[in-house]
């Protein structure tokens, strides 16, 4: 990469005041191009993006101030909200910057190093787990599905007709209940049943935690938030298998929803024992 490294000195960017570390973005086999990196903004007060070469590897990186970035400094910023989400969609930036030319793996945010030659010798300590994941990638595109379940009112005890003695409120009430109970089971597993249908045009897939109504942003609770790595030849069958599910989830009053194509996070570990665990027992 020693053309890359002429390139950069042939017109460096103006060093940064003070210390600095080395963030490390995501890792991928395909060099992006430097005219690429260097219009994507990242962290502020921070260098251009820039790609760092680590043997067959490429590293997007960006210098960023160490006195900003430092353990306690950044620990303390990231329990602001909006520095948290300022520093979140900085890192995403830099994922995508990588993606674009060819798989990539994202770090987890903030990865910091001392220096560049740190960077390198890092991730060329974990070259072949690097490299397992990224042809897993390669041609595969992560899909997010949840399924929302139906608003199940609250037991009340004064429903239905008929004298409200003291025998027919609990007997109301424990067969109210009761109707919730099932309702609700039946809508836990009709939402299974789409993660299982989904699962047949996936290479992989996950669930992730369901969100909270306050998270989520619904009235009515998440009962399924899952993952699915799909080949991007089976895109237009995977896309159409969600929209049947959707269509028969309405006539339940359960709400099947889609959003993707996205940059794989759900399945960039390195961890191929895990991986191949994963996938064998459907999680």
């Excluded at 990638?137 to 007709?161: F, M, N, Q, Y």
Aim: hydrophobic residues 40%; charged residues 25%; contains cysteine.
């Amino acid at each position: 990469m020693s053309t890359l490294s002429a390139d950069r000195s042939d017109a460096a960017p103006p060093a940064l005041p003070g210390p600095t570390l080395t963030c490390v973005f995501a890792v991928t086999d395909t060099p992006v191009p430097d005219g690429v990196c260097a219009a994507t903004p990242g962290h502020d007060g921070g260098g251009p993006l820039r790609v760092l070469a680590a043997g067959p590897l490429h590293l997007v990186v960006q210098d960023v101030p160490a006195a900003a970035f430092r353990e306690e400094a950044l620990a303390e910023r990231l329990n602001r909200p909006d520095e948290l989400e300022r520093c979140a969609r900085a890192h995403h930036r830099g994922v995508q910057t990588a993606a674009g030319a060819g798989p990539a793996v994202p770090l987890p945010m903030a990865t910091l190093y001392l220096d560049d030659d740190n960077a390198v010798r890092a991730v060329t300590a974990r070259e072949a787990s690097l490299r397992a994941v990224l042809d897993r990638l390669r041609d595969r595109t992560e899909w997010a599905v949840k399924v929302h379940g139906p608003v199940i009112a609250p037991a009340s005890a004064a429903t239905g007709d008929g004298p409200l003695d003291g025998r027919s409120y609990l007997r109301r009430a424990s067969a109210r209940r009761r109707t919730e109970r099932e309702e609700r089971e039946q809508a836990l597993v009709r939402a299974h049943a789409v993660d299982r249908e989904l699962r047949r045009y996936a290479v992989a897939a996950t669930r992730h935690r369901p969100q909270s109504e306050q998270l989520s942003g619904r009235g009515v609770p998440q009962l399924l938030n899952a993952a699915y790595l799909v080949d991007d030849g089976r895109r237009e069958q995977f896309v159409r298998a969600v929209g049947e599910l959707a269509r028969a989830a309405r006539r339940s009053a359960v709400e099947v929803t889609m959003s993707g194509p996205w940059i794989p996070y759900s399945f960039a570990r390195t961890d191929e024992n895990e991986y191949a665990a994963r996938k064998e027992a459907g999680a």
